[in-house]
T-cell receptor
Framework: EPEVTQTPSHQVTQMGQEVILRCVPI?????FYWYRQILGQKVEFLVS????????KSEIFDDQFSVERPDGSNFTLKIRSTKLEDSAMYFC??????????????FGPGTRLTVL | AQKVTQAQTEISVVEKEDVTLDCVYE???????LFWYKQPPSGELVFLIR??????QNEISGRYSWNFQKSTSSFNFTITASQVVDSAVYFC??????????????FGGGTRVLVKP
């Protein structure tokens, strides 16, 4: 069964460093998302992406964040200058064009980002 | 703005007991979609079920069933005859339908279910 994959599974970085989190969405899906989950808290929406542009973003997704689809398979989230409060689990999700209704988002296993 | 509330933070049951998870949502949209996701100890988010706002028929799928009541804005989820492998955090989520697709999910705070043998 096709699934969303994410690399790395765990990333440790120093405050102020740039990180890139990578995702490979399900191959026939056209909508891509990033969410984050601070330890023990709820899952929060960051950004959605369709047709090579941001579709929607939350207040969390400030100028320090960017997303890109550099090729036909990868979808990346970049954090330019990490802060301690960026430590969280980051989930990538994807969904296909729905037939007459909403799309179901399928999530990857997550990347745990630890900022020291 | 949309909001999802899961009042139960943790539920502990003994194997084979049924467990019902409560979910209450707020939205101004007339068309929306509700979801349940499971997050086992390994951390991934696993899609379980989806329900459209215009279909209030309740269903059963294996050991899972759900009770969608628009009048009370509730979307409760029941696991029948629980098993140890059901131990996880369960999230209720809401998606409004501003766009045909690509709508963000708003999650509740999650309910941790612990099934003891």
């Amino acid at each position: 069964e096709p699934e969303v994959t994410q690399t790395p599974s765990h990333q440790v970085t120093q405050m102020g460093q740039e990180v890139i989190l990578r995702c490979v969405p399900i191959s026939n899906h056209l909508y891509f998302y990033w969410y984050r989950q601070i330890l023990g808290q709820k899952v929060e929406f960051l950004v959605s992406f369709y047709n090579n542009e941001i579709s929607e973003k939350s207040e969390i997704f400030d100028d320090q964040f960017s997303v890109e689809r550099p090729d036909g398979s990868n979808f990346t989230l970049k954090i330019r200058s990490t802060k301690l409060e960026d430590s969280a689990m980051y989930f990538c999700a994807s969904s296909e064009v729905p037939a007459g209704g909403a799309d179901t988002q399928y999530f990857g296993p997550g990347t745990r980002l630890t900022v020291l | 703005a949309q909001k999802v509330t899961q009042a139960q933070t943790e539920i502990s049951v003994v194997e084979k007991e049924d467990v019902t998870l409560d979910c209450v949502y707020e939205t101004r949209d007339t068309t929306y979609y509700l979801f349940w996701y499971k997050q086992p100890p390994s951390g991934e988010l696993v899609f379980l079920i989806r329900r459209n706002s215009f279909d209030e028929q309740n269903e059963i799928s294996g050991r899972y069933s759900w009770n969608f009541q628009k009048s009370t804005s509730s979307f409760n989820f029941t696991i029948t005859a629980s098993q140890v492998v059901d131990s996880a955090v369960y999230f209720c989520a809401l998606s409004e339908s501003h766009k045909a697709a690509g709508n963000k999910l708003t999650f509740g705070g999650g309910t941790r279910v612990l099934v003891k043998p």
